[in-house]
């Protein structure tokens, strides 16, 4: 029940497309998501969070929409930059003693 | 603020020898995590420390793994025999608290260990 699914597991974008991101949760414990952005040889860094309360959340070009009912939650980056080319991981957490589960990551790839 | 840091960055051993990593979190924060990454999958936490004191440390496997944080600031973790699976990114992260969801984890640059 603690698992996190994410797909897909890489992706190729071209600079200016929309790269979407999916991932799938099962206890409905979890009250807080990250997506965490993560460059080669560096640890992961906090990207965006939502809790399930609203069902989007935007910081300039990333956009997390949340599905409550289906326990889905997706990254959505618009206007892909090159820059953006790195690894992303969606999580999950609990209240209490915060412990994060994290789902299997999403290499992107966004080519000029 | 300075960040997490860890040391060694990379570190080759072979099978059965031990090895150690250090970490020094964030100044003031009061919690401090150990993840284990293997290539192509996400973190996976060995153990939480709150202060001084475990929280949690369910899949830390304690026949050959071992951590302490001592006076609730830096902390170690060891490997004692290593295997070739124990081959991966062993990052540590801090944050403030450590209490209720919603709470920033910051992470290190991580420690790549190779068993051969």
């Known amino acids: 029940q603690q698992q996190v699914k994410q797909s897909p597991q890489s992706l190729i974008v071209q600079k200016g497309g929309i790269s979407i991101i999916n991932c799938a949760y099962e206890?409905?414990?979890?009250?807080?998501f990250p997506w965490y952005q993560q460059f080669p040889g560096k640890g992961p860094a906090l990207l965006i969070a939502i809790r399930p309360d609203v069902s989007e959340k935007k910081e300039g070009r990333f956009t997390i929409s949340f599905n409550k009912s289906a326990k889905q939650f997706s990254l959505h980056i618009m206007d892909s930059q090159p820059g953006d080319s790195a690894t992303y991981f969606c999580a999950a957490s609990k209240g209490g003693y915060q412990k994060v589960t994290f789902g299997t990551g999403t290499k992107l790839q966004v080519i000029p | 603020e300075a960040g997490v840091a860890q040391s060694p960055r990379y570190k080759i051993i072979e099978k059965r020898q031990s090895v150690a990593f250090w970490c020094n979190p964030i100044s003031g924060h009061a919690t401090l995590y150990w993840y284990q990454q293997i290539l192509g999958q996400g973190p996976k936490l060995l153990i939480q420390?709150?202060?001084?004191?475990?929280?949690?440390d369910s899949q830390l496997p304690k026949d050959r793994f071992s951590a302490e944080r001592l006076k609730g600031v830096d902390s170690t973790l060891k490997i004692q025999p290593a295997k070739l699976e124990d081959s991966a990114v062993y990052l540590c992260a801090s944050s403030s608290t450590g209490l209720g969801a919603g709470e920033t984890q910051y992470f290190g640059p991580g420690t790549r260990l190779l068993v051969l």
């Open positions: 206890n409905t414990a979890f009250d807080y």
């Open positions: 420390f709150q202060n001084n004191g475990v929280v949690d």
